[in-house]
Structure formats: C-alpha cells, structure tokens
C-alpha cells in the first residue's frame, strides 16, 4: 500500500495535485486506515498516470471524466481524437515557428523565395532601390492575389533579367528617377531629359515586343481593373516619377503601367517623336511583363 507522496512520486505528479483529483472526483479516495493515513493500491498509480496524461494534453478535467469512465472502444476512439487535435495543434505551432523565423528575413515575411531571390538580383546588378521597391510592392498583393501563377511570371522574370536590355532599362530608369527633380531639362520644356528618351525607348520597345510576340505577350496579368488600379497606386506612390512616365508613354501610344494596352498616340505640343528600339535600351514595368 502506498502513502499519497508515494502515489504522487511514481506517477509524476505532485501530493497537491492528487488532493485536486480527489476534489474534482477524477480519483477515487480511500478511506483512512487505522493510523489515520490514507493508503492507496498499485491500480490508483495507473489510474493517476491515465488522469495526468489526458489532462496534460489539454483535456479538460471534465472529459477527462467521461473518458475514465468510458469502454475500451470508446476510450480508444476519444484517445485517437485528442491525438489528431494535438496533430493539428503542433503544425499550426510549426507554421507559427515559421512565421516568426521570417520576420527577420525582410522580404521573405510576405513574398516566396524565387520573387525575394529575383529582387535580390536586381539589388546585385545595381538597379535604384526605389525600382526595387516598385517591383516589390507590386508582388506584394500579386502573390496574396493569384499564388499559383507565380512561377510563370517568374519564368518570364528570369528569362528577361537574363537579357542585358532589360537591365539596362531598369539601370536607365533609375538615373532618371534620381534625375527627375534637377536633371536638364529638354529645349522649351519642364520635362527631364532623360525621362522623356526612357518614354522614348520603352514605348519603341513594346511596340516592336506586341508587333512580335503579339500584344497579348504584352499584356498578360489578366487582373480586374480595381486591382490594376491598386498597383498603379502602389507603384506611383513608391516612384512618385512613374505617374509622368506613364502619361509620356501615353503620349507615345501605350496605356497603362500595370496593365499595358496599345492606343493611339494622344501627342501633345513639343512631345519627342517616339523613337524606335535601339540595342542598349530596355523595358521595365512593374508587372506587365511578367
């Protein structure tokens, strides 16, 4: 016959909550014996240890209880329940875990790793920060939107960033940014030099890009138009110059930024004829080619 500090040591519990159990009627309480002791059998271990395992792992004490009570295939069947929610519990904590470890890893918190290793590259070849920041908040909401069409778009990243006239653009781009409050300005015109021949290039570009690969190549984001405006938003709220690229393109027959449609050239007076595209230049907006 065991003491109530022998029960609570074999079964790993402590004598306070043994006395708990027997509050709560979860464990039978023997009678005293002629000394005035309690005394219990090598059955109330087992018990003890049934009682502290199911309450350890979140039972309440009162299915606990029930569970005591219940048959062999009842119990059974309980005990495979509370092992699938504790299943569910530890990837629920894993995915926590996870999100926790990204939080000090910038990018990767929001974006998967192929968009976080092409920024990444952008960053290496010596792109404008503010580009990549463009790009960056422009697959924000890409990613969350459409999660799946991310390795196509990023096939096409790829395979453009391997083409010298593209990071060309995105290096030209950013000069002109840099340039876009004190650069020189064109004869007769407020408007940065350099900005207007990027106007110039790019819309070259995507008009010999639409004449070949169709203009369905052009435009693939296929996103409802709130959300193109949303990414517009984004973008020229990061590289405030965009919004005056995007009018010079228009002048120039391209539409758009996120989404990009041919029109006609609404020309305007002292406007730059277009030119068309030349080695060295490139295209570099935010989402169209993807």
Same mark, same amino acid.
């Given at each position: 016959m065991?003491?109530?500090?022998?029960l609570a040591s074999y079964a790993g519990v402590t004598v306070r909550a043994v006395r708990h159990y027997h509050a709560k009627g979860l464990l039978p309480e023997p009678e005293r014996d002629h000394s005035g002791y309690r005394r219990y059998g090598a059955g109330a271990v087992v018990e003890l240890i049934r009682i502290r395992t199911l309450a350890g792992a979140g039972v309440p004490l009162a299915r606990v209880r029930e569970l005591l009570q219940a048959d062999a295939e009842e119990f059974a069947a309980a005990v495979a329940d509370i092992d699938e929610r504790l299943r569910a519990e530890i990837r629920e904590r894993q995915r926590h875990?996870?999100?926790?470890?990204?939080? /000090? !890893?910038?990018?990767? #918190?929001?974006?998967p790793r192929e968009v976080v290793e092409f920024l990444d590259r952008l960053r290496v070849l010596g792109v404008d920060e503010r580009i990549v920041q463009v790009e960056r908040d422009g697959w924000i909401p890409l990613v969350a939107r459409s999660p799946e069409r991310v390795p196509e778009w990023m096939a096409r990243k790829r395979e453009q960033i391997a083409d010298p006239r593209f990071v060309d653009f995105y290096l030209t781009l950013g000069r002109a940014l840099a340039r876009t409050d004190d650069?020189?300005? /064109? !004869?007769? /015109?407020?408007e940065p030099v350099e900005l207007a021949v990027l !106007?110039?290039? #790019? !819309?070259?570009?995507?008009t010999q890009l639409a004449d070949e690969q169709g203009e369905d190549y052009v435009d693939d984001v296929d996103i409802e138009p709130p959300f193109v405006r949303l990414m517009d938003t984004l973008a020229c709220d990061t590289a405030p110059p965009a919004r005056r690229l995007m009018e010079l393109l228009k002048e120039r027959g391209w539409a758009g930024w996120t989404r990009l449609k041919r029109v006609a050239p609404a020309r305007t007076s002292g406007s730059t004829p277009a030119r068309g595209w030349r080695p060295g230049s490139g295209r570099g907006s935010m989402v169209s080619e993807r």
């Open positions: 065991l003491t109530i500090g022998e875990r996870e999100r926790i470890a990204r939080l /000090s !890893a910038g990018d990767h #918190l929001v974006l650069g020189p300005r /064109s !004869a007769g /015109s407020a !106007a110039d290039e #790019l !819309a070259g570009y995507l």
